[in-house]
């Protein structure tokens, strides 16, 4: 049971770049959701989903975007990537009425 | 919305040496979970408590749902070099999304031999 499998761990981009970061969880899981982690300030909500072909803002959902094509799988997207927006990426999920489960990050630099 | 206030930021404490920190929030939740963080890792689930008053054990590990439903205290004993991380509390009200899950800023600790 691979649990929450995000991809790549680490990227670096240049800014006006895009790229999608991925995420997966085998556990059949309703609830996924995108946090973003900077020093000092915890972690932030982005995006989050709660069935395929559902999805909804965060606290901080400017510059990303999301879909859910499928149970499994909840890709973020950097459609124009900003200084800003370097920081370390969480993918999580859950089942209902149970705690969240996260991935090992993505650390993302844009230069 | 929502506020989270975790204390300490940050703590050193000699082997051996219990820990205390804690939660406090501006609104009530009914759910308060405490992960840790080790270096480079996503945050893990250590303790999830439901109900005001509970308190909850997971080995050296002891957590409390407040009974006023604003706050949590997470308690470790006899502190082990492995317990370095970062500690994160969060909470969600009733019925909460995954939207209404709030984090606190979190508390580094440091166990020193």
């Known amino acids: 049971n691979a649990g929450v499998t995000q991809t790549p761990k680490f990227q670096v981009l240049k800014t006006g770049q895009s790229m999608t970061l991925q995420c997966a969880q085998d556990?059949?899981?309703?609830?996924m959701s995108w946090y973003r982690q900077d020093p000092g300030m915890g972690l932030r909500l982005i995006h989050y989903s709660v069935g395929a072909g559902i999805t909804d803002q965060g606290e901080v959902p400017n510059g990303y975007n999301v879909s859910r094509s499928t149970t499994e799988d909840f890709p973020l997207r950097l459609l124009s990537a900003a200084p800003s927006q370097t920081s370390v990426y969480f993918c999580?999920?859950?089942?209902?009425?149970?705690?969240?489960?996260f991935g090992d990050g993505t650390r993302l630099s844009i230069l | 919305g929502q506020q989270l206030n975790q204390s300490p930021q940050s703590m050193f404490i000699q082997e051996g040496e219990d820990v205390s920190m804690n939660c406090t929030s501006s609104?009530?939740?009914?759910?308060w979970l405490w992960y840790k963080q080790d270096p480079g890792e996503g945050p893990v689930l250590l303790i999830a408590l439901y109900k005001a008053g509970e308190l909850t054990s997971n080995g050296r590990l002891t957590a409390q749902f407040g009974i006023t439903r604003k706050d949590s205290f997470l308690n470790i004993s006899a502190s082990i070099p492995s317990d370095v991380g970062i500690y994160f509390c969060a909470g969600q009200p009733l019925g909460g999304s995954a939207r209404q899950l709030t984090f606190g800023s979190g508390t580094q600790l440091t166990v020193l031999p």
């Open positions: 999580a999920s859950r089942g209902s009425n149970q705690p969240q489960h």
């Open positions: 556990m059949n899981h309703e609830y």
């Open positions: 609104s009530i939740f009914n759910t």
